[in-house]
């Protein structure tokens, strides 16, 4: 997993989305006053429940520096709120106060965009370059080595920079936060760190000044691959051309035309204007003590820095227009998607209310979900039923990232004489809505799912909570009653009550009237990639003709001195790190049991789940015909989409929203993790409910598996059509998944059966199957699956719930499964079979690499495998990300060896394919060169970052789910972390020895990028002759 995957657009997707909201109203008038009197800005102060009078803290009172200026206890998350202002400077600070171990800590800076060079995305890179206390290159890398942080992250938004990260161990936390801290306030932000993060010219040799000069740089390249995704241009025109008069036309991220025409003195001069004490906000959140970060901040950072207003931050409401706007962009044709004359996309954005409108913002975001999600929504039945397009594309939703927020829906893969006929049912859908309004049974459907979003508890709630919180913050909004998700249900179903057409005057004010309403298209040009290209050397050229010859000379020692700075061996012994004593404890978990019940084995976890019931059925599909197996996924989509004999799919819609979460299939593969050499299929169901919903829950489990109904082939064809026009979404944002895939489908069958339900190969068969099937086939083909997996003889279930609620849960669960039939039993593993060496270069239409390798070690339960995974850190940290981010200038790349016993290379967003398939093939030879050099700090390292992922924090709903999924106990996750924790120099030099020294015998190795000739037949590629995929 990388990660840090940074953001130029952070958006709260999604379930999240729905508590992103605001309300308080501000006067701007009176906020001028308000400032003119506090020399600071002021903070809307709303009626609210007073914590108990015995709270530690106190409204009024000052600690180190900080007044506590707001204290509220709120009941739906269960936490108090404190507000405090840093008195000298102003800073905001936010504390949550919950009965939580994963802790967080977050500074954000208001951080609006005047270019579009990427400004403050390239010091977002560079503050974390190493700063006065801690001057080391990145030691934001070099701790996810010392550290069992949770999450450590910066991103870049359309008007704000964040640096997050959590951790449940407190040493760690302050550890952490001291770095964080240095690194905003006094960062180094040196010019070889601005050349190597942000851009710069370079000779492509870089010892040879007659070789050609190109632009390189790691923000550079990381807005390239941003901008290789279609739905990422589409955003940026839609945005853009939205909000033209304010810092939202340019693009945070940085347009990577526009990305060298930035200074290393302007990134100084905007460090030093926005990451002022007074622009920055300060989050924590969890259970560590507050004083003690209090008291830091204060004495290290902010009091000895002055108050500064910060109205050069602030961002105004858009002025509204009086007519609505077009326009059209070209895009980069996409060699997996739909035929070329399909490409096309159509969006519409319409300016809504202001951020800070918590209530308004609610709101609309209810409707939202009314209009679009589900087959009940207008939007969905107005046009995506008529079928004329691949679905709804990516811009679809309710906005938050910017002050005026935006709604946006829009169409991918239609025709462009269809983008009339989309207008056309856009005005007839928003007509039809004000005329007819909302079915009441619908309503309840999206309140209750709201209801059940705040019961729900993630494993990150405090992180969950600040972006939800973090851009209405970042405009000064009531972040407190932001929270009182409850208060805001209950204000909606009032004004619902008094005014039957609530909803639809809204409709009827933003979608109606409302002329402040821009419309995007945009089409593919043949031409989009050469031009892209040709502008780059045309930019190249331009910035090479203003050099006189003391200026090339720079660039040529500039190169040098940059790669010599990148080999130096550095002192990281400055950096905190945590010591063994730390980490010695394993997390203690709640105990599973298993039952058998009506020969079911069921797996039972009590665990404080407020309120709700997990449900987790895992139907065993490995004795499917390989032919059926493939349609599994197709078959996931289809059958919670597809409605039941008794309720039309729009009904059986509604009732499942609103007595459960909805249903979630997914399809797993599970190589065996004792002796690696047989693999199981399964087919995994999940879903939950509030305790009080449980029996409706189990009677709409019972309706869907015996009751599915495929008979509507129209509405399958549309579910089909639109399944496959989203597969090629998002591989480029995940391409090293992709790669990893294709890789490891080289080596075993069990991984390529993997890559062909979910990797490319997905992609290519299901495309071909649909033109060569009909949707009557396809029915028929769907329908035999359903009726062979959903057996109790095929079945093991997993359940979460509270003690208190466990017999009532399993009472209905007994009914439950006294309705399902007994079949007869699938065969339940199959024989893994690992392949020849191989190779394979999938060209897809985008201008970076992700590379990938692997080969077959030691199944998870292997004593080797613990040994393995600290190795594939140590080869992470001391040697790819030196290697192939830092000099070669791929954006992220590591080591890690998976459950199934495969170890992986890769690399993400990489400018090279071959060269990056020979640092991993020498992987050997920088193990014998450092082993004199392996020492117990490097060791300690690596075990901390393989701590980090075993120790990963679980949700209540998903405790026991890698016992239940892959049979690992807590017995042997205890044993296994233990092994981590007691790996010695000598046991990575056996393990040197034993995996790496002779080439494995069954090895992949997998480039997913731009067609390049010389790889053409693969003859660079490798040795061997390419494998080509068969579909059984
Ligand atoms: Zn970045």
């Known amino acids: ?108 800076f208001r951080t609006p965009p005047v270019d579009s060079t990427g400004v403050f995305h ?33 991103l870049t938004g359309a008007d704000l920079t964040v640096y997050i990260f959590s951790s449940r161990n407190e040493v760690d936390f302050r550890n952490i936060q001291r770095i964080y801290l240095d690194s905003v306030f006094r960062p180094n932000l040196l010019y070889l760190d601005f050349l190597q993060e942000g851009w710069r010219l370079e000779h492509k040799d870089l010892h040879n000044r007659n070789s050609e000069l190109m632009i390189k740089g790691i923000v550079y390249n990381e807005m390239k691959g941003t901008f290789s995704e279609n739905s990422r241009v589409f955003r940026k025109s839609l945005m853009g051309n939205l909000l033209p008069k304010l810092a939202y036309r340019n693009v945070a991220g940085g347009d990577p035309p526009e990305i060298p025409n930035l200074t290393h003195a302007a990134l100084i001069e905007f460090h030093r204007k926005y990451y002022h004490p007074s622009n920055a906000r300060i989050f924590c959140y969890g259970s560590f003590d507050l004083m003690q970060t209090l008291s830091f901040v204060n004495r290290e950072y902010l009091m000895h820095n002055d108050f500064k207003d910060t109205y050069y931050s602030r961002i105004p409401l858009h002025p509204r227009w009086s007519q609505p706007r077009h326009v059209h962009i070209p895009c980069r044709m996409n060699n997996m998607g739909a035929s070329i004359d399909r490409q096309n996309q159509i969006g519409v954005a319409l300016l809504m209310c202001d951020r800070i409108d918590v209530q308004e913002c609610f709101e609309l975001n209810v409707l939202t979900e009314l209009l679009i999600r589900g087959p009940n929504a207008a939007f969905f039945k107005g046009l995506i039923e008529p079928n004329f ?56 459907s999206v309140l209750h799912k709201l209801e059940l979003s705040v019961k729900h508890q993630s494993a990150d709630v405090g992180s969950v909570l600040l972006y939800n919180s973090m851009t209405l913050w970042n405009h000064g909004g009531d972040v407190v009653a932001n929270l009182r998700v409850s208060e805001m249900i209950g204000k909606l179903r009032n004004s619902l009550k008094e005014n039957k057409n609530y909803f639809q005057e809204k409709v009827a004010k933003y979608f109606l009237n409302n002329p402040h309403k821009l419309t995007v298209t945009m089409t593919p040009d043949e031409l989009y990639d050469e031009n892209l290209k040709r502008a780059e050397r045309q930019l190249i050229v331009k910035k090479v003709k203003d050099l006189n010859a003391d200026d090339l000379e720079a660039v040529f020692q500039n190169g040098i001195k940059l790669e010599a700075s990148q080999k130096a061996k550095e002192n990281t012994d400055v950096l905190p790190c945590l010591s063994l004593k730390d980490v010695q404890q394993p997390l203690k978990f709640p105990q599973v049991t298993d039952q058998l019940i009506q020969d079911v084995p069921t797996q039972l976890c009590k665990v404080p789940t407020n309120e709700i019931t997990y449900l987790n059925c895992l139907f065993n599909i490995t004795g499917l015909s390989p032919e059926d197996a493939m349609l599994v996924p197709l078959f996931c989509n289809v059958i919670k989409n597809i409605g039941t004999i008794k309720h039309s799919f729009r009904e059986f819609d509604k009732l499942v929203l609103s007595r459960s979460a909805g249903f979630d299939f997914k399809v797993k593969v599970v190589e065996d993790v004792k002796d690696g050499k047989s693999y199981r299929t399964g087919l995994l169901m999940t879903t939950y409910a509030l305790d009080k919903n449980v029996p409706n829950m189990f009677a709409l489990c019972d309706e869907l598996l015996l009751n599915f109904r495929l008979e509507d082939t129209d509405r399958l064809k549309m579910l089909i059509e639109s ?40 992609i290519d068969f299901m495309k071909k199957y649909v033109q060569q099937n009909s949707t009557e086939q396809i029915r028929d083909r769907l329908r035999n699956i359903g009726s062979k997996a959903f ?3 095929n079945m093991r279930v997993a359940i979460n719930s509270s003690e208190a609620f466990q017999p009532t849960a399993l009472e ?69 990300m030196p290697v192939v981010r830092e000099q070669n200038g791929a954006y992220g790349t590591g080591a890690r060896i998976g459950y199934d016993g495969l170890f992986n290379f890769y690399s993400y967003r990489d400018p090279h394919s071959t060269k990056t398939l020979d640092v991993f093939d020498k992987t050997y030879e920088w193990l014998l060169a450092i082993n004199e050099k392996l020492n117990q700090q490097m060791l300690f390292e690596a075990k901390l970052g393989v701590l980090q992922l075993v120790d990963w924090p679980t949700a209540p709903g998903e405790i026991g789910l890698d016992y239940f999924i892959l049979g690992v106990s807590y017995e042997e996750y205890c044993k296994y972390r233990s092994r981590v924790l007691s790996v010695t120099v000598d046991d990575l030099r056996t393990v040197i020895e034993k995996y790496f020294k002779e080439e494995p015998n069954h090895i992949g190795k997998f480039i997913l990028g731009p067609r390049r000739e010389e790889l053409d037949g693969n003859q660079r590629l490798c040795k061997y002759i390419l494998n080509v995929t068969k579909y059984f």
Request: aromatic share 12%; glycine share 6%.
């Open 791 to 793: 057996s109790k003889s």
């Open 812 to 880: 209905h669960y007994e009914n439950f499964l006294k309705n399902l039939p007994t079949l007869e039993n699938m065969s339940v593993k199959r024989e893994l079979q690992l392949f020849e060496p191989s190779c394979r270069h999938y060209v897809m239409n985008i201008p970076v690499n992700y590379c990938a390798k692997s080969f077959f070690a030691v199944p998870y339960l292997h004593e080797d495998h613990p040994v393995l995974r600290v190795l594939a850190k140590l080869v992470s940290a001391r040697y790819l």
């Open 122 to 154: 390239v010091l977002e890179h560079l503050a974390l370059c190493g700063s006065k206390t801690f001057p080391v290159r990145d030691p934001f890398f070099k701790m996810l080595n010392r550290s069992v942080a949770t999450n450590m992250n910066a």
């Open 389 to 444: 397009s691949g679905g709804f594309n990516k811009n679809t939703g309710y906005y938050f990232t910017s002050r005026d927020t935006y709604f946006a829906v829009g169409l991918q893969d239609l025709r462009a004489e269809d983008f009339a006929k989309f207008n056309e049912l856009f005005q007839q859908t928003v007509q039809k809505t004000i005329q007819e309004g909302f079915e009441p049974q619908h309503i309840e």
């Open 1 to 108: 997993m990388l990660r840090r995957i940074r953001c130029s657009n952070a958006a709260p997707q999604a379930l999240g989305r729905a508590l992103d909201n605001s309300s308080g109203r501000r006067n701007i008038k009176s906020l001028t006053v308000e400032h003119e009197l506090h020399k600071v800005e002021p903070k809307a102060k709303m009626p609210q429940v007073i914590a108990d009078p015995g709270y530690k803290y106190k409204e009024g009172m000052v600690y180190h520096g900080f007044q506590c200026e707001r204290i509220e206890h709120n009941s739906d998350f269960g936490l108090v709120s404190c507000s405090l202002r840093h008195i000298g400077t102003g800073t905001e600070f936010w504390y949550i106060d919950r009965n939580d171990t994963n802790n967080v800590f977050s500074i954000n």
């Open 723 to 762: 399944y496959v026009s989203k597969l090629s979404l998002g591989i480029a944002f995940s391409g090293h998944l992709y790669a990893m895939l294709g890789s490891a489908a080289l080596v075993s069958d069990a991984a390529k059966l993997k890559s062909l339900l979910s990797g490319v190969d997905h």
